[in-house]
């Protein structure tokens, strides 16, 4: 018959709760870690800002490009009626026509042609004006993307550097929890684990004055009791979570 030495089970049991704490130390700064170098991750790959601004350099440039065109036409279609305009008025005042009538249709059709070159010359004075306005809001659109792209550039850059010591941090941290791992006997280990699955992550929390970090509830006295004498795994009432007392 074997016989039972039940200080070696309490200095057991005390160590397997003192074990489970630390390895909850060190699987939190594990998951801390992967939970930081996920969001880290998705930070570098969001283009969002850099897209919405390299869009709207794009449309300003677009629109530059647009009203240049516009101008060009519109100064083609000035230079044409000015030739007809000058032609009308070298053959009105040639001396070659003495035909009345056609004498007052090339002055008729002189006076329409100013007409129109004056209506085209007023709307090419506000094309010039709107472009000037579109040439100032592409160099800013092109300001603020350059801006844009730069502080994303430093921040990738310093990001990239605090995942080096991130993942420096994770392979440390694996290291620890091949050692604490010994410590661990296995049914605490299947309570540990069972206990992690089922409460979302921690399943060991400390009570400091008489309070269960894990939810804040008041843990009761005897339980506190039990959780400081290590005899037992005590859950907490509130969160279920294993008690550890320092
Ligand atoms: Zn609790």
Known sequence: MAIIHWDAIICFVMSG??????????????????????????????????DRVTEEYLVAKSDVVKIRRESDILQGEIDVLTSKKSDCENRLYSGLVSNPKELRDLETQGVSLASRITELENKKIDLMISEEEKEKLEENCKLAMDDVIRSKEQLVFELNE?????????????????????????????????KKSKVGGTAVVLVVDGVCKGCGLMVATSNVQDARSGTKLVAC???????YVK
């Open 17 to 50: 709760i003192a074990s489970m704490y630390i390895l909850q130390q060190i699987d939190d700064k594990i998951a801390y870690s992967r939970a930081r170098v996920s969001d880290i991750n998705d930070i570098i790959s969001d283009s969002t800002e850099v």
């Open 237 to 243: 009432d509130g969160c279920s979570r294993f008690l």
């Open 162 to 194: 605090e995942l080096n010591v991130l993942k420096d941090g994770m392979l440390a941290y694996d290291a620890e929890r091949d050692v604490a791992l010994n410590s661990v006997d296995d049914v605490y280990l299947r309570e540990y684990e069972g």
